[in-house]
């Protein structure tokens, strides 16, 4: 199952689909989200620390700037605080009216989230934006869709950031004596691999664990992960792995795939197999779990290329569409490479 488009249509889908489009509930944050064309379809979705964006000085232009580079036609903005309302005054106005204001943006509509309700900053009818706001409960087919392929990928909303970076965490397997000892020997077995046979068998390692999950009772053993992590060591076998992110419905698969792959690797033996998991991850467009992964990748190999390449473009706010960019140009240099022999 691809992870389908999304449209929002009301202030309400909008409060739905935050957690779902990040993969957690935000608290104490500001949110934006990138929209497109008439039909107001979800792109970029950015979050910020309250606390990190006062005093607003520049604010605004931050904002717009990455909203341009996202090429967004306007923004849904949500402002997500645990502050009180008092006599109707909502909190971080301020930030809002900012955003506004600002020339280079449009701004579909402003919200401010709290305790799950919702009140638009931008409207001022008690027909449609009572003083004790709206509950959070609106749900549409998109939506729904949109849950379901975050079940399929092994995704859940999480109720916290940190609940988030613990699902790709270690688990109790990867720290073990015996799977430190696995890893040491598959890392010796690909080793003295020839290049293309390492390329051929993480293809049909990935391809055969990818239709074996098609059962929801199929398991990936902790040697089969082992030898997949040890496999993406190769730079040419990784990239030829990193090109099937082309096709929307294989990435889910190898997403969820890779989700499981690293929670049974131990450091310092993890950072190919996490950095691929972040590719995957920004593919479609969920960057917070790309950073997630890529801070795995990096805590283990502080200097590795891609990983960097990718912690840049999220640093950026650069579209998922840079990942095809980088697809094809791997796609030329693989082709090169076996044109040389």
Not at 137 to 152: F, N, Q
Not at 208 to 227: F, Q
Not at 294 to 317: F, H, I, K, V, W
């Amino acid at each position: 199952m691809t992870r389908p488009v999304v449209r929002l249509s009301s202030p309400g889908e909008l409060a739905r689909a935050i957690p779902l489009l990040l993969g957690y509930r935000p608290t104490e944050s500001l949110v934006i989200t990138c929209l497109h064309g008439d039909h107001a379809t979800v792109g970029l979705t950015l979050r910020f620390d309250l606390d990190a964006l006062y005093p607003l000085g520049g604010v605004a232009d931050m904002i717009a700037a990455r909203a341009a580079v996202a090429g967004a036609d306007g923004i849904l903005v949500a402002i997500y605080t645990d502050q009180g309302i008092e006599d109707g005054d909502l909190p971080c106005t301020d930030l809002a009216v900012d955003l506004f204001q600002h020339p280079g943006l449009w701004v579909s509509d402003a919200l401010l989230i709290h305790h799950d309700r919702w009140w638009s900053y931008l409207c001022h009818s008690d027909e449609c934006c009572p003083m004790e706001g709206t509950p959070i409960e609106l749900t549409t087919s998109e939506l729904t869709a949109l849950e379901a392929s975050m079940v399929l990928s092994g995704s859940a909303v999480m109720t916290d950031r940190a609940s988030l970076v613990a699902s790709l965490a270690c688990d109790e397997v990867a720290t073990s004596a015996v799977q430190r000892r696995r890893v040491t020997r598959a890392r010796t077995r690909v080793a003295r691999m020839d290049p293309r046979a390492r390329r051929a068998e993480l293809a049909k390692l990935v391809t055969r664990l990818s239709r074996r999950m098609e059962d929801p009772r199929g398991i990936v053993t902790d040697a089969e992960a082992v030898l997949v992590s040890a496999l993406c060591e190769d730079i040419g076998a990784r990239d030829d792995l990193l090109l099937q992110s082309g096709s929307p419905k294989r990435r889910m698969e190898l997403l969820s795939l890779l989700r499981i792959v690293v929670r049974r690797m131990p450091p310092p033996h993890d950072a190919a197999v996490c950095t691929a998991l972040a590719w995957f991850a920004y593919a479609t467009g969920d960057g917070t779990l790309a950073n997630i992964a890529l801070d795995r990748a990096l805590d283990s190999d502080p200097a590795y290329s891609l990983a960097l390449l990718l912690e840049s473009g999220l640093e950026r706010q650069l579209p998922p569409s840079m990942i095809e960019e980088v697809v094809n140009g791997a796609a030329r240099d693989i082709a090169a490479r076996d044109a040389a022999g």
